[in-house]
């Protein structure tokens, strides 16, 4: 049966998360009810994460199988119109048998924006942590750059399913400051830990206050020790932003 | 009794609009709610601008009269404390006793956001208006030229309380691109007519589609017939981004 590729948009506020749950709204739930309805049969749809409670994406990526002879344009359209305004799909393609979205990953980008002003923001406070004591977004960035490389990062999460290992690639970490008052927190690695974008911006934002040294933060890294690093920063200021892929040839029949 | 002068933030999805409605939640009554409650009595809190059902603002002004002896620091954190998270005082201090928040105001400016892309934004949907078609920001911000100085915006809106005359001067009109998918519109006029600026929008929106041209939205302006502005842009789009005064001296006792 063709294999189709997914890059999917959603507000995460409302959904426990991408995984299915039992009787509980999950994003994966929302898009495997809609397949099923446009394609007359149960379709199991694979992420290439599982964003959990209350994360957002902009670009998170899917493949399901599908019986369906009306071009990929059409049950992108067919998809927009009976998902909820809180899911889009952003794009839509055939792709190759042997593609998983998941398996073919070579890495993730995961942004996480701090609202940093003493007084909360309305209008961001669905997609922002709101940080009242001032950061120092460039000691922040000091401690940041001890991330990119292969490390064991058994101090800023638990392994997923699958691998027990603790040890991730990071390719890229970067704070920038964004308009007056919001600091984003860009992280790209070729595969992250369960709470580990979370429990890196926690640990960060005690380095931003002053509460620890850019050198404690390494050794925070260094010692595997979850009980070190800093909590884990609320779900909704992460946004799993694209998923990156060798170039896979599309199919078109 | 000293007179304060407060700058609101509010996302204005779940509310009728700023001004007080009997039954209905509106940003005007949460905020006499809350102040009734740290006061003690009841108070009319006096808005700059009335913004409609579902619209925000970053910077809405207002003013109002209490009798409070601890700072008018202490005042902003008790209203924060109490009022709900989509609505936040980012600055509340003493004013002068001849200060008005609508007739002190020398010019208001307003951000109207339009995510210009085929597929619907879901991390964008509650601030923005989703126009799939194409839009050329140059032809828009061409008819936006037409904006600055003072005109009979009869067709564009109709007349706010107070003042039959729907005569108003704008001084700056313009179109800027945000990222990839966004339009920004940003205007600044001294006064502005009751559904105005999305009506505006509206039309400006069918210069961009190329429906209509430049010099086609400067006939509409002229010919003062509401029947031949485009449609009304909707509310989620619109944010009373700042209201300017004078410079009244901050009294502190």
Known sequence: MPKYKAVLEYD???????????????????????????????????????????????????????????????????????????????????????????????????????????????????????VPHALDAALMQEAANHLPGRHDFAAFGSPTDGTPSTVRAMIEARIESCASDMLVFTITGTGFLRYMVRSLVGTLVEVGKGKMRPSDFLCVLRSGDRSKAGPTAPARGLCLHSVHYESYPRRTR
Request: charged content about 20%.
């Open 12 to 130: 995460g506020t409302d959904y426990h998360g991408w995984q299915l749950q039992k009787d509980l709204p999950t994003v994966q739930g929302a898009i495997e009810s809609v397949l099923a309805r446009i394609l007359g049969v149960p379709t199991r749809v694979h992420g290439a994460g599982r964003t959990d409670a209350g994360v957002h994406a902009r670009g998170q990526t899917a493949h399901f199988l599908a019986d369906w002879r009306h071009g990929p344009e059409k049950l992108l359209r067919a998809c927009n119109a009976l998902l909820p305004p809180d899911i889009s799909v952003r794009g839509l393609h055939e792709t190759c048998e042997d593609f998983h979205a998941r398996h073919s990953a070579r890495s993730k980008t995961y942004v996480y924006s701090i609202m940093n002003r003493e007084i909360s923001s309305p209008l961001h406070r669905l997609y922002t942590w709101h």
